[in-house]
């Protein structure tokens, strides 16, 4: 009896906890369709788009960045023109990883690299926000745009002279950034922040899976069913106060709402058919969230120093 209470609030618990991520879940729907939207835009074609919007999910899955923050690096890239814009954000992502940076820095890299693009050049400015964001990247970066003979003497001179051009940055992030030490740092589990991403990766994606089917039907539904209802209340209202019907307008009104609230079941029934999918939609949810949970539980296993903390 006792462990049957236990699983019960554990599964209550679990519910709840999933269910406060539905938030994020159509944050990042809705993020997605901008998404497409911004590379349709810029004149992909439809099936460049699909594979996109794949590559872009996997990858924010697999690392501590949130869906969103990829996509509009990518889709900022494509706009303005980039070669391999896929895979250079992809770089800027496992850069920052590598240079110890975190998600909310990678923000700040991903704007260096759009600015830079959108300018045509590495300015002086952009340089200091991505110092500021990840100093371990900087002298790799110097290094690289060395080698690759982007600029010759001062760095600091080069570049106020606009020496350094913005594929030849771009040609440094990727080589650095494309390396399998940066990969593995952005897809690591080995700390609470990679394990803990991943978690809410996972339940962020599986419940964007669960909103897809049902997000046309309900705001489509919705938006036909309660137009009308505030029209009619709307109409009603300017009647009793300004045209004098009173109680003949009130009634007026609820008589007009009522076979548009009737309707309302109507809208609903391509939602409500939407539930085997619904269904399969929280079965895929497991697989995911039961990975990332093994990692997470990976970390603690591994942390000698906690595990003795929480022991004694």
């Known amino acids: 009896k006792a462990v049957g209470t236990l699983a019960a609030t554990g599964l209550a618990a679990a519910g709840a906890f999933i269910a406060s991520y539905t938030g994020e ?80 820095t990678f923000k700040s890299v991903g704007q260096v690299m759009t600015q830079t693009a959108g300018a045509g050049k590495l300015t002086a400015e952009n340089w200091r ?85 049902l997000k046309g039907p309900l705001t489509d539904g919705l938006a036909d069913t309660l137009t009308p209802v505030f029209e009619t209340v709307a109409a009603g209202i300017d009647s009793m106060v300004n045209g004098g019907g009173g109680l003949d307008s009130f009634t007026g009104m609820l008589g007009g709402i009522a076979p548009v609230v009737g309707g309302l079941a109507g809208a609903l029934g391509p939602l409500l058919s939407q539930l085997p999918l619904i269904g399969g939609g929280f079965a895929g949810l497991t697989g995911p969230i039961g990975l990332a949970v093994g990692a997470f539980v990976g970390v603690l296993q591994n942390s000698e120093a906690l595990r003795d903390a929480l022991m004694n």
């Open 25 to 104: 879940a159509l944050a990042a729907s809705d993020a997605t369709d901008k998404f497409k939207s911004t590379l349709n835009f810029a004149g992909l074609d439809s099936s460049t788009i699909e594979e996109l919007t794949a590559s872009v999910q996997e990858y924010a899955d697999r690392t501590v960045y949130d869906l969103s923050d990829i996509q509009s690096v990518t889709a900022q890239l494509a706009s303005n023109g980039v070669e391999g814009y896929a895979d250079l954000a992809r770089a800027a992502g496992n850069l920052n990883a590598v240079a110890g940076g975190n998600k909310e």
């Open 129 to 213: 926000q991505l110092s500021d964001a990840i100093p371990g990247a900087a002298g790799p970066i110097k290094q690289a745009l060395l080698d690759a003979g982007a600029y010759t003497g001062d760095f600091a001179k080069a570049m106020s002279d606009g020496q350094i051009s913005a594929d030849e940055f771009n040609a440094a992030i990727m080589s650095l950034g494309l390396t399998d030490v940066a990969s593995e740092a952005a897809t690591s589990t080995a700390t609470f922040e990679g394990a803990w991403g991943n978690l809410e990766a996972a339940i962020t994606g599986g419940l964007v899976k669960i909103i897809e089917p």
